[in-house]
């Protein structure tokens, strides 16, 4: 989802959401020592002594506190006067009275519409996946079945859908389900995964199919322009399965192999040209064309992050996954590094086989503890080879833009044989439930090293908001910024 606004307006509404953001972040620790020095005047701060008030020869055992006695308070005529002995009819006992009453007939404040949200989450212990927020419903629960948000890869926009645990498939280091999946955008999917652990070793089979009405194509390279945007329909059947082992708490190594069939069309949208029609002078190579792939890999992760996760029998090197997924919105201290090596042979025409070697790098760090201000980087690299000079397909192009990637561009909006893209963040806690970034995303697409230049470096930028229960990371909402304007987006789930 994308909004352009008029340059000045952008520009000032830019500068006052950074300024009023940066503001807060440096003034956090004067207003702790502000406050701190209050405390410290109250502590020293001694209360007047009472008066001492002497009762009258003709005063009763009992007083009656007569209205003109009291404050200013709104009572109800039909409750009792307040009585309180002759030998205590001081202004402070007057003030306890009426606490009292106040305390009999209080009622407790009624929650914010934010904290009901979050209780929901608490109370409901909703499973926060990768993308995707799995809700727990209380008493609308159908044979198991639940509501998921999130999950669509693509262009899918806000997404939709039903997950169904199989319960003869779930226990203790086992698990399993089926999904299904949809969009506005006409978008939709369905999916069926299991994995297991037996010791060190893991397990992870997976079926997939996946339909995506109108992705974007701009062309190839660098420099392309968004006039130039087209759009075709990829459609993508997959099978197969992982193993893998764990060296210690912190290393994971494996292979994979899968079946995987794409079919690829004119796009469902009437905002743009299809592919064929927009780029029929030189089209970009598998137009209109079923390829199948036979895909094997294999991969090394070391992962020391300190955040809640557990390595979901592999899957995140699944050809199912996207390897560009993004940086961890709960980690907070520790490094992540993974590299997998990927061979596609064309089975079909026998002319779009390629191989990709594909690294990524994290690292977190922490600066204050007390408010959770922190660092995150990533360094993310593609490099992709064909045997014999043969082409690679365009939407198996490695891209950037989008939510995981290059902020501040449309999803796909750059694509190439290889990719760089590097990621900063500025982390602080301004809530126990709310977390905010300052991002910066640079990154490049290029066909040879040779090509690598500074001006093709492309830069996006902006302001994040992350909403978390005590499971993590429930959803995320970002504004940002590059040369092309202004986009927001809003995910559920978490990037493990």
Not at 34 to 60: F, K
Not at 477 to 485: C, D, L, M, Q
């Amino acid at each position: 989802m994308r909004a352009t606004l008029s340059p000045p307006s952008r520009w000032a509404w830019m500068a006052c959401v950074v300024c009023t953001l940066f503001a807060y972040i440096v003034s956090s620790p004067a207003r702790a020592q502000s406050q701190a020095d209050d405390r410290g005047s109250l502590d020293q701060w001694v209360p007047p002594a009472a008066p001492v008030v002497t009762p009258s020869p003709d005063t009763t055992a009992g007083t009656v506190l007569e209205e003109e006695d009291l404050p200013d308070v709104q009572t109800d005529a039909a409750e009792s006067p307040v009585f309180v002995e002759s030998g205590d009819s001081t202004r402070a006992a007057r003030w306890r009275a009426l606490r009292e009453k106040k305390a009999r007939t209080m009622e407790p404040p009624k929650p914010s519409l934010a904290a009901r949200v979050i209780s929901f989450f608490e109370r409901n212990r909703s499973l926060v996946l990768s993308d995707r927020l799995v809700l727990d419903i209380p008493n609308t629960e159908l044979f198991g079945i639940q509501p998921v948000l999130g999950g669509l890869q693509g262009e899918a926009g806000l997404t939709a859908g039903l997950y169904y645990p199989l319960p003869v498939l779930n226990g203790p280091g086992r698990h399993s389900h089926v999904q299904v999946l949809g969009s506005l955008r006409r978008y939709w999917g369905t999916e069926l995964i299991g994995g297991l652990e037996h010791g060190p070793w893991i397990g992870y089979g997976f079926a997939r199919y996946s339909h995506r009405a109108s992705e974007s194509f701009y062309g190839i390279g660098p420099n392309t322009e968004v006039e130039n945007r087209s759009l075709y329909q990829y459609d993508q059947g997959i099978v197969g399965g992982l193993a893998g082992y764990s060296i210690g708490d912190r290393m994971l190594v494996g292979g994979h192999l899968s079946y995987s069939v794409d079919q690829v069309g004119p796009g469902l949208d009437d905002s743009a040209p299809d592919v064929s029609t927009a780029f029929w002078e030189a089209p970009p190579p598998g137009v209109r064309m079923a390829t199948d792939y036979g895909i094997g890999g294999i991969f090394a992760e070391y992962d020391s992050r300190n955040a809640s996760f557990n390595r979901t029998y592999g899957r995140r090197f699944a050809p199912t996954e996207a390897r560009l997924r993004g940086i961890s919105l709960d980690a907070t201290d520790g490094y992540y590094m993974s590299a997998s090596l990927t061979h596609h042979q064309d089975l079909s025409m026998r002319e779009y086989s390629y191989s990709r070697l594909t690294l990524d790098a994290q690292q977190y760090f922490t600066l204050e503890h007390g408010m959770q201000r922190g660092l995150a980087f990533r360094q993310f690299l593609s490099i992709t080879e064909s045997p014999n000079g043969q082409t690679i397909p365009f939407y198996r192009m490695q891209s950037i833009g989008g939510s995981t990637s290059l902020r501040g561009f449309t999803g796909g909006r750059f694509r190439d044989r290889n990719v760089m893209l590097s990621t900063a963040e500025v982390r602080c806690r301004i809530w126990h439930r709310l977390d905010m970034a300052l991002f910066t995303d640079v990154g490049q697409v290029f066909s040879r090293t040779e090509e690598i230049r500074l001006q093709d470096m492309k830069v996006g930028y902006g302001v994040g908001f992350r909403f978390r229960s005590s499971q993590g990371v429930v959803a995320r909402f970002e504004i940002a910024r590059s040369v092309e304007g202004f986009s927001t987006y809003l995910k559920f789930g978490s990037i493990l």
